[in-house]
């Protein structure tokens, strides 16, 4: 069974940098995509990104400036960078694989199957 | 970006009623469009992928139509458990999901 584990600061002063891993078990990191998303207290959900097997990424627009991503296979950890952080970017902050060969007939919607329990990480002085 | 609407942003409804919750896309998305239940201090669950095929181990009073810019969630026969709020999401383009739809007790 596959698992996901974010861990990380629970708190970040305005300005700095959230960095927080995800370590995967129980299955490969070949094929998959590695995403982070996050949701505010109360609010809906937010995609930041993800990392590929193959290290490519690709970030939300929103955060472009501001995000990095890495992805360490020989420990099996993916990694979010999130810099100059204001109190709006307070949330629950949740790693998943996005899988991109769970296909339906001549689509291929790359769902989130798997999903950390989410982490929260408050930004304040 | 895609903008995802979601009606209603809530609903009560009783154990065994029929529950359907609409997903609009700002623009044509196939079929690129996965549902997800999310119960409080959780983090969220597959439940349909690619816009009508059920995931593994979801029951079947669970079921998702529709394709294009319009979609449709449908619980037959809410159980106890079914009670949460719900969300689409598109992975046509940037991934982005609608608001939400909790289904509450009434």
């Known amino acids: 069974q596959v698992q996901l584990q974010e861990s990380g600061p629970g708190l970040v002063k305005p300005s700095e940098t959230l960095s927080l891993t995800c370590s995967v078990s129980?299955?490969?990191?070949?094929?998959?995509?590695w995403s982070w998303l996050r949701q505010p207290p109360g609010k809906g959900l937010e995609w930041l990104g993800y990392?590929?097997?193959?290290?490519?990424?690709h970030y939300n627009p929103s955060l472009k400036s501001r995000i990095t991503m890495s992805l360490n296979t020989s420990t099996r950890q993916f990694s979010l960078n999130l810099s100059s952080v204001t109190a709006a970017d307070t949330a629950v902050y949740y790693c998943?694989?996005?899988?991109?060969?769970?296909?339906?007939?001549?689509?291929?919607?790359?769902?989130?199957?798997?999903w950390g329990q989410g982490t929260l990480v408050a930004v304040s002085s | 970006d895609i903008q995802m609407t979601q009606s209603p942003s809530s609903l009560s409804a009783s154990v065994g009623d029929r529950v359907t919750i609409a997903c609009r896309a700002s623009?044509?998305?196939?079929?690129?469009l996965n549902w997800y239940q999310q119960k409080p201090g959780k983090a969220p669950e597959l439940l349909i992928y690619?816009?009508?095929s059920l995931q593994s181990g979801v029951p079947a009073r669970f079921s998702g139509s529709g394709s294009g810019t319009d979609f449709t969630l449908t619980i037959s026969g809410l159980q106890p458990e079914d009670f949460a709020t719900y969300y689409c999401q598109q992975t046509y383009s940037v991934r982005t999901f609608g608001q939400g739809t909790k289904v509450e007790i009434k």
């Open positions: 623009e044509n998305i196939s079929r690129f």
């Open positions: 129980g299955g490969s990191i070949s094929g998959y995509s």
């Open positions: 998943a694989r996005e899988n991109e060969r769970h296909c339906a007939p001549n689509t291929c919607s790359r769902p989130f199957d798997y």
């Open positions: 690619a816009a009508t």
């Open positions: 990392i590929s097997d193959t290290r490519g990424t």
